[in-house]
């Protein structure tokens, strides 16, 4: 399955931004996450959902990004992002996995299908 993400831009501290990615077949039955690279950064996890609906998100997410499946487009997801902090600018990566186990969340590697970025960028 091929996936594109749509929907980063420029916005302010304490704003609010919606990425969607887009896939190219039924992704009900993968595990769903995104990524992000900062700016002379590695890319790290950011959130991931699992097809039984169990979300994860890293610490510095919590409480402020929301994962979601689209329920009325087995194709499509969505990050919430709301309360953006500047640390939050990145390049933002969808990804997806037929297979994950739990120990492998955060592990990019753990992916097989990735999507091109989008930016986001959060000014103070």
């Known amino acids: 399955v091929q996936l594109q993400a749509f929907g980063g831009g420029l916005a302010q501290a304490g704003g609010s931004l919606r990425l969607s990615c887009a896939a190219s077949?039924?992704?009900?039955?993968?595990?769903l996450a995104w990524f992000r690279q900062a700016p002379g950064k590695e890319r790290e996890f950011v959130t991931a959902?699992?097809?039984?609906?169990?979300?994860?998100y890293a610490d510095s997410v919590e409480g402020r990004f929301t994962i979601s499946r689209d329920n009325d487009n087995y194709m499509m997801y969505h990050l919430q992002m709301n309360s953006l902090k500047p640390e939050d600018t990145a390049i933002y990566y969808c990804?997806?996995?037929?297979?994950?186990?739990?120990?492998?969340?955060?592990?990019?590697?753990?992916?097989?299908?990735w999507g091109q970025g989008t930016l986001v960028t959060v000014s103070s």
């Open positions: 959902i699992f097809r039984g609906g169990n979300k994860y």
């Open positions: 990804a997806a996995s037929a297979r994950l186990i739990l120990s492998s969340l955060r592990l990019q590697n753990a992916y097989t299908n």
């Open positions: 077949g039924d992704v009900n039955r993968y595990t």
